[in-house]
């Protein structure tokens, strides 16, 4: 089956940099993605990483490595707006369906 | 990216009634999903909105207690039937395409607290 791993609090101060990690266990992999949900509001989709390496857009950029089953997303120059939960996710092998991880709580202080 | 609009936003039920959530996606949508949310908590998949057939559930849903349908490509509802207190969540519609379902659109989602 698939499992995700990720810390399920992360705290940083505005305008410093801070990275979410998350490490999966897949039968199949296809890529990583991540998503954003702020309290109340429905989860949209930041990013995807089939390849290792590194995807910039913006502040935000996630990075693959399909050796280590591992990822991460780095926030830079962070913004109190960006207080929210991040959730990685994978493809389910089986039927192609989306498993999300518990999601990273992340806090911003002024 | 896709728009996926959702209704009710919000409701407050009695134990042992039925609530019906509508969905509505636009047109570059191919696949639709539905997820419950425990606040603060991550997204569980219901079921796979099939166009024209039966839902696809995981595993601990059924189709008696969460009947769902898509009558065409771009609708589906999902009922919660018999709702008991511990059904109060968030439940969230999705789509995707075939293509990339690596790439999911939310709906706002329906809160639905039980009495």
């Known amino acids: 089956g698939q499992s995700l791993e990720q810390p399920s609090e992360v705290t940083a101060v505005e305008g410093a940099i801070v990275q979410i990690n998350c490490t999966y266990q897949t039968s199949g992999f296809y890529g990583l993605s991540w998503y954003q949900q702020h309290d109340g509001g429905a989860p949209t989709f930041l990013s995807y990483?089939?390849?290792?390496g590194l995807e910039e857009t913006g502040r935000f950029s996630s990075f693959l490595s399909r050796s280590d089953s591992y990822g991460y997303l780095l926030l830079q120059e962070l913004q109190m707006k960006d207080s929210a939960s991040y959730f990685c996710?994978?493809?389910?092998?089986?039927?192609?369906?989306?498993?999300f991880g518990k999601g990273t709580r992340l806090h911003i202080l002024p | 990216s896709a728009v996926i609009s959702q209704k009710p936003s919000r409701d407050i039920c009695q134990r042992g009634t039925s609530l019906t959530i509508q969905c509505q996606v636009d047109s570059q949508v191919t696949m639709m999903f539905w997820y419950r949310q425990q606040p603060g908590q991550s997204l569980t998949l219901i079921a796979t909105?099939?166009?024209?057939?039966?839902?696809?559930?995981e595993s601990g849903f059924v189709i008696d207690k969460f009947p769902i349908s898509r009558p065409n490509l771009t609708f589906s509802t999902l009922t919660v039937s018999n709702m008991s207190p511990e059904d109060s969540s968030i439940y969230l519609c999705s789509g995707g395409t075939a293509a990339r379902t690596d790439t999911q659109y939310f709906g706002p989602g329906t809160r639905l607290t039980v009495l």
């Open positions: 909105a099939n166009q024209g057939s039966e839902a696809t559930y």
């Open positions: 996710a994978v493809r389910r092998n089986r039927d192609d369906k989306i498993i």
């Open positions: 990483n089939a390849l290792d």
